[in-house]
Nanobody, 122 residues
Framework: QVQLTESGGGLVQPGGSLRLSCAAS?????????VGWFRQAPGKERELVGA????????YLIDSVKGRFVIYKDDAKNTVNLQMYSLTDRDTTVYSC??????????????WGRGTLVTVSS
């Protein structure tokens, strides 16, 4: 069983940057998984922001963050990082990570972390 813990959230000014980390512990056979970063604003559906396949490093980012966010993994630390640049108030919300088996449908994500709050405000 994989346990995920997010960190790195906080208060940042518009145009600023943050790096979120999703650390995996427990039975970390991450080579079988895709790790996804999600966000959910109050009253809105949870949104997949980006994902990375651990075995081959293939990545996915939604259009609204392409060119601003980078998702990458650190094999030595068993973490998946979401580096965020040029943040706007629209990026304010709780960010969470989860995993799903490679090839499984998007609604298969599980093992959710507790999330980390990102607040973009001047």
């Amino acid at each position: 069983q994989v346990q995920l813990t997010e960190s790195g959230g906080g208060l940042v000014q518009p145009g600023g940057s943050l790096r979120l980390s999703c650390a995996a512990s427990g039975r970390t056979l991450l080579s079988y998984y895709v790790v996804g970063w999600f966000r959910q604003a109050p009253g809105k559906e949870r949104e997949l922001v980006g994902a990375i396949s651990w075995s081959d490093g293939n990545t996915y980012l939604i259009d609204s963050v392409k060119g601003r966010f980078v998702i990458y993994k650190d094999d030595a630390k068993n973490t998946v990082n979401l580096q965020m640049y040029s943040l706007t108030d629209r990026d304010t919300t709780v960010y969470s990570c989860a995993v799903k088996p490679r090839g499984a449908p998007r609604d298969s994500y599980s093992n959710w972390g507790r999330g980390t709050l990102v607040t973009v405000s001047s």
